[in-house]
């Protein structure tokens, strides 16, 4: 049961985004074994569906370029990240870049590419059974124990931890 604007670009999510979560969930319902368990990723998946229209919305006042960036850093949340590509991808230079994205969503360009890793880090530890080291060098964090206590810092909980009172 995917949301209505799970596909539809005007209500927030790309079918490039959409379309790969989608199929996580549906992988998640197939190795459920009880309703219960079908439930919670149900649960999930409008929460997480929910948010990210969400976040759209806020992108409202955001210039083409900024959300273009956001866009690219969701879909690229597991490549190597850097601000020339960035740049590239959007049509700004890497200094101007970094300064509209400062302006007009009030971070930095890299504290949302780490923002989006840990929201991407959470979901597949709810929702698969891949080990930490695995999460992590798809994240291109230097070690295991570097992406843990960076985690630690987002989430106040060990990926353990997290993966242990989320469980799907």
Do not use: W
Request: glycine share 4%; proline share 3%; with cysteine.
């Amino acid at each position: 049961m995917l949301p209505a604007a799970a596909g539809n670009r005007q209500s927030g999510q790309s079918p490039e985004i959409a379309y790969p979560l989608s199929g996580l969930y549906i992988r998640s319902a197939d190795h459920a074994t009880n309703l219960s368990e079908l439930q919670k990723i149900h649960n999930t998946m409008l929460k997480d569906f929910s948010q990210r229209v969400h976040k759209h919305k806020l992108k409202q006042g955001m210039s083409l370029q900024v959300k273009l960036c956001h866009d690219y850093i969701q879909m690229h949340v597991t490549d190597s990240l850097d601000l020339d590509t960035l740049a590239d991808a959007v049509g700004y230079s890497k200094y101007y870049l970094c300064h509209k994205f400062q302006e007009e969503t009030g971070m930095t360009v890299q504290k949302y590419i780490h923002q989006e890793r840990m929201e991407y880090a959470k979901q597949q530890l709810r929702l698969t059974k891949e080990n930490v080291q695995d999460i992590s060098d798809r994240l291109h964090y230097c070690n295991p124990s570097h992406f843990s206590s960076r985690f630690r810092a987002y989430t106040g909980m060990t990926p353990k931890e997290y993966r242990e009172k989320n469980i799907q």
